[in-house]
């Protein structure tokens, strides 16, 4: 099992910053990639920004160049840096682990989810 707990998130206007950060435990051993994934109301959770354990990132096409994803190893925390805004980037924001344990096989983690709420 891994657990997640989030942190950050708000209300801000467009243009400006903000960070999330997720903190795993448990079976941390086992966690193969760490992502944030979005939902906003009537719309279908997607994946913004995912990194896995080398450190190798991806990214949302709509968030590229505005959003960094980043992890310190030593805190099993993962973080998303979120610059320039948009309204559109107003949605519930959640913390995910892929991992792989023995007997149970892959599997997905999500934490409690974060609000964001960017003004025009």
């Known amino acids: 099992q891994v657990q997640l707990v989030e942190s950050g998130g708000g209300s801000v206007q467009a243009g400006g910053s903000l960070r999330l950060s997720c903190a795993a435990s448990?079976?941390?051993?086992?966690?193969?990639?760490l992502g944030w994934y979005r939902q906003a109301p009537g719309k279908q959770r997607e994946l913004v920004a995912r990194i896995a354990n080398g450190g190798s990132a991806s990214y949302a096409d709509s968030v590229k160049d505005r959003f960094t994803i980043s992890r310190d190893n030593a805190k099993n925390t993962v973080y998303l840096q979120m610059n320039s805004l948009k309204p559109e980037d107003t949605a519930v924001y959640y913390c995910?682990?892929?991992?792989?344990?023995?007997?149970?096989?892959?599997?997905?983690?999500w934490g409690q989810g974060t609000q964001v709420t960017v003004s025009s």
């Open positions: 995910n682990a892929h991992a792989f344990l023995v007997g149970v096989g892959a599997a997905d983690y």
């Open positions: 448990g079976s941390i051993f086992s966690i193969l990639t």
